[in-house]
C-alpha cells in the first residue's frame, strides 16, 4: 500500500455517499474530505490532470506517424492518397495567439493541393482539363489537442472506412490530409480546392481535466472559405472512455448519408441516430393533471 492509499485509510477522510457515482463518469465527484479541505489524494489527481491538459495542447503531432498508419488502412481504402499540409500558423506560439492562421492554409499547402489537382485532371476529348471531384474529404487536423488525434484519429478512419466500402452508394474519397496547427475552419479551404461535396475535419478538442485527449467532427456539406459554424455538425468526446469509434462511424455515416440526401449540412441537418433510444418512447405526461 503507499502513503497515499495508507494516508486515506487512517480514519481522517471523510468519505462522500455520492462517490459510488464515480463508476459512471470521469466527472469529479463525491471526492471526500479532510478536516475542511480536499483529501490528498484528489488534489494530486487534480493536479495531475490539469498538467495533462496543458501539456495536451503544446504536444507536438507526430504527423509522420499519422501518414504510415493510415498507409497501412490500404486494405480498406484501396489507392488512398495521403497529403501532409500546414497552416500559416508557423508555430504553436502562433497558433495559440494567431487563431486567424489557423483557419487558413500556408502559400505552400495551397499550392500543393493547386498542382496535386492540375496533376489528376481528365485531358480526354470530351472533359479537357477538368480537376477530379470527390464526394468526401477528410482532413486530420491537430487542433488544441493533438494527443487526441496522435490516438484516436487513425482508429475513428479505419471505422469509418469499413463503413464507406460497404455502402450501396458508393464514396470517392479525395486524398486524406493531415494538417499542423491547424483549426476547424482550415477544412472549408482544403474541401474547397480538392472540389468535395462534404468535408469531416478530425481535430483536437480543448483539453479538460478528465479529457486530454478527445477528438472532434465536424461535417460540413459543400465546403468553402468563409463559412461558420452553422454550416457544420459537430460529433464530440470521440475516445474509448467516451464516444468509442464504432459509435462515432456509425453517427457519421448517417450524418453523411443524410447531408448527401438533403445537399446540406449545419443547422438545417439533425442527428437523429438515437431518436429509438427508449427514453424518447416515454409517453408525455402534463404533471398537474391528476391520472
Known amino acids: 500500500m503507499s502513503d497515499i492509499d495508507a494516508h486515506e485509510d487512517n480514519g481522517k477522510v471523510v468519505n462522500n455517499p455520492w462517490r459510488r457515482l464515480r463508476e459512471f463518469t470521469d466527472a469529479r465527484i463525491g471526492l471526500g474530505r479532510a ?12 493536479q495531475l490532470s490539469h498538467a495533462q491538459a496543458r501539456d495536451a495542447v503544446h504536444f507536438p503531432l507526430d504527423a509522420e506517424a499519422i501518414f504510415r498508419d493510415i498507409k497501412s488502412l490500404i486494405g480498406l481504402i484501396p489507392n488512398q492518397k495521403t497529403l501532409r ?31 496535386y489537382m492540375a496533376n489528376n485532371s481528365d485531358n480526354s476529348a470530351t472533359a479537357p482539363h477538368a480537376e477530379p471531384e470527390y464526394d468526401l474529404a477528410i482532413v486530420v487536423v491537430d487542433g488544441l489537442s493533438s494527443l487526441a488525434v496522435q490516438k484516436n484519429a487513425v482508429p475513428f478512419i479505419e471505422q469509418l472506412s469499413e463503413l464507406l466500402v460497404a455502402e450501396d452508394q ?27 461535396r462534404a468535408v469531416l475535419v478530425l481535430i483536437g478538442e480543448r483539453p479538460g481535466l478528465s479529457s486530454p485527449d478527445s477528438l ?45 440526401r438533403l445537399k446540406l449540412s449545419g443547422v438545417n441537418l439533425k442527428d437523429r441516430t438515437q431518436d429509438d433510444v427508449i427514453e424518447h418512447h416515454v409517453e408525455q405526461k402534463n404533471f398537474l393533471l391528476s391520472e
Open 85 to 115: 499540409l500546414h497552416s500559416q500558423a508557423i508555430d504553436r506560439v502562433t497558433y495559440l495567439q494567431r487563431p486567424d492562421q489557423g483557419r487558413a492554409l500556408s502559400n505552400e499547402s495551397r499550392q500543393k493541393l493547386i498542382q
Open 216 to 260: 472532434g467532427l465536424y461535417l460540413t456539406w459543400n465546403p468553402k472559405s468563409g463559412l461558420n459554424d452553422a454550416s457544420r455538425n459537430c460529433i464530440s468526446n470521440i475516445r474509448p472512455a467516451g464516444l468509442v469509434y464504432p459509435e462515432a462511424a456509425r453517427r457519421a455515416l448517417y450524418l453523411l448519408r443524410e447531408a448527401r
Open 35 to 46: 478536516g475542511v479541505s480536499l483529501p490528498t489524494k484528489e488534489m494530486l489527481a487534480f
Open 170 to 196: 458508393p464514396w470517392s474519397l479525395a486524398p486524406i490530409t493531415i494538417v499542423e496547427q491547424g483549426r476547424v475552419a482550415i477544412g472549408d479551404d482544403i474541401g474547397e480546392l480538392l472540389n468535395a
